[in-house]
């Protein structure tokens, strides 16, 4: 199935329908996907990594929750297939794709809720969405920037997700630290993310997407920035990796609480993604940190509003003190998704 998940698209998989064998699965979705190719013009791939996504979905047989998803991202140009990190946007189908494919039973209700075993860091998160008649509801009135249109809302909580990556939500414990010669803040809130201010890179922070991938300058820097963090972070080698991803932040300007520009890690991304939102949200609430530094907001609401290249983006996020560290409370925001396409793909030589 083909679905779009928040402001990606990707295929959708039943474990049982691939292979078992890792390397003989890996060798399959990449010739579905085109890859490598900077087209992606002999299969399903949209030249871009926002679109060269898999989801993979069986139930969960261990009691943790309903169902187990693994993410895989696939690379365009290159021959490249890891599961080193979370799509919160795909996450956001994997409920209604459950029931699409009799895996689960929604119910009788008027909102059905699947909770989902997120193989790539072991973390859980709740998905609520509409049903009628036991089936998915994709039709609404709910917008989200990057999206042309409306559908219907799925709201993701998330349980005890920091840290799952990197062992903690701050991997050196430090609220900020120097790597490469910029002061950054390392986080992982369900996404490992090296947050740094804008103008400690030498830019603003409101450029374009184009015009930021087209300053090779700051390509190099991030570059030399994320490998480094990359060690830090706990994350070992990340040369052949796309995590970490880098957030460089601004004040906000057009009425959020926080300007965004994330890189996944070498495009620009021309919104941000659903768990680097929460985890760059997360940092805006870590006292001393980079981002709680340019944070702007009014009152104690638990919305954080991040402003990206196309729009905003609204993050739940409740911070706590204990033990004399920041710890987290609540992690949740408000997708959707929509099913494209059902039906049967064609490999090219598999």
């Known amino acids: 199935m083909v679905m779009r ?21 890996d060798e399959l979705l990449m010739q579905v996907m085109g890859t490598p190719d900077t087209r992606q013009i002999d299969g399903m791939g949209g030249a871009h990594p926002l679109t060269s996504k898999v989801a993979i979905v069986s139930p969960c047989d261990h009691g943790v929750a309903d169902m187990d998803y693994l993410f895989l991202q696939l690379g365009v140009d290159q021959a490249m297939v890891t599961d080193r990190q979370n799509c919160g946007n795909l996450l956001a189908g994997i409920g209604p794709f459950a029931v699409e494919r009799g895996l689960i ?20 998160a709740a998905a609520t969405f509409a049903v009628d008649d036991g089936m998915p509801i994709y039709a609404g009135d709910t917008a989200i920037a990057g999206v042309p249109g409306t559908a219907a809302p799925i709201t993701l909580e998330f349980e005890d997700i920091a840290g799952g990556f990197c062992g903690a939500l701050l991997p050196t414990g430090n609220p900020i630290d120097t790597v490469a ?5 390392m986080i992982d809130n369900g996404m490992p993310v090296v947050v740094m201010r804008a103008a400690d890179v030498g830019i603003s922070g409101y450029e374009p997407c184009d015009e930021l991938e ?5 390509l190099e820097l991030l570059e030399e920035v994320r490998l480094e963090a990359g060690v830090l972070m706990n994350l070992g080698d990340v ?8 957030t460089m932040v601004a004040p906000p300007v057009a009425g959020g609480h926080l300007s965004t520009r994330t890189f996944i890690p070498h ?3 021309q919104a ?14 870590v006292p001393g940190s980079i981002a709680s530094e340019l944070l702007e907001r009014d009152g104690d609401s638990d919305v954080i509003t ?8 609204d993050a739940v996020v409740t911070m706590a003190e204990a033990d004399g560290s920041s710890q987290v409370g609540r992690s949740g925001i408000v997708r959707t998704a929509r099913k494209l396409m059902d039906g049967l793909v064609f490999p090219r030589s598999y």
């Open 105 to 124: 039973e929604a119910g009788t209700e008027a909102t059905a809720t699947v909770r989902i075993h997120m193989l790539n860091s072991d973390g859980v």
């Open 267 to 269: 495009r620009c991304h």
């Open 239 to 246: 040369s052949e990796t796309t995590v970490p991803k880098l």
């Open 5 to 25: 998940g928040g402001s990606s698209k990707g295929l959708y998989f039943l474990a049982a329908d691939l292979p078992s064998s890792e390397i003989a699965r």
């Open 214 to 218: 087209s300053n090779q300058s700051l």
């Open 272 to 285: 941000i993604g659903v768990l680097g939102a929460v985890s760059v949200a997360t940092a805006a609430l």
């Open 306 to 313: 991040l402003e990206h290249p196309t729009g905003t983006f």
């Open 181 to 185: 010669g910029v002061p950054v803040t």
